[in-house]
């Protein structure tokens, strides 16, 4: 059975820093690229960055780069993502999820095509 547990998310002032874990079961990890993603209240759900575990190729969104940074631990089947100077506006539920590797890269920050799913963390910054 294919799992995926996030932990880390809380409630931080902005400018200060979180960091979220993404913890993978049930199927071959480096088979795998794993996003993350995130939905605020009233909002549909935006691709924030993922990591190929094979190659370990990344993306961000441009609404974070330069201040969040994913990175896997393969012995552990866990990704990270660093989240620096957060700011009100990061405020959301985040989700990790897997979708296989061969699925080209324009199309890895698209939630529509990921197949297994976690059941979220919730981050809110304070202003």
């Known amino acids: 059975e294919v799992q995926l547990v996030e932990s880390g998310g809380g409630l931080v002032q902005a400018g200060g820093s979180l960091r979220l874990s993404c913890a993978a079961s049930g199927f071959i990890f480096d088979e795998y690229v794993i996003g993350w993603f995130r939905q605020a209240p009233g909002k549909g759900r935006e691709g924030v960055s993922y990591?190929?575990?094979?190659?370990?190729?990344?993306d961000y969104a441009d609404s974070v780069k330069g201040r969040f940074t994913i990175s896997s631990d393969n012995a552990k089947n866990t990704v990270h993502l660093q989240m620096n100077s957060l700011k009100p506006e990061d405020t959301a539920v985040y989700y990790c999820a897997a979708v296989g590797i061969h699925i080209s890269s324009p199309l890895r920050l698209v939630p529509e095509i990921y197949d297994y799913w976690g059941q979220g963390t919730q981050v809110t910054v304070s202003s």
């Open positions: 990591i190929s575990i094979i190659d370990g190729e990344t």
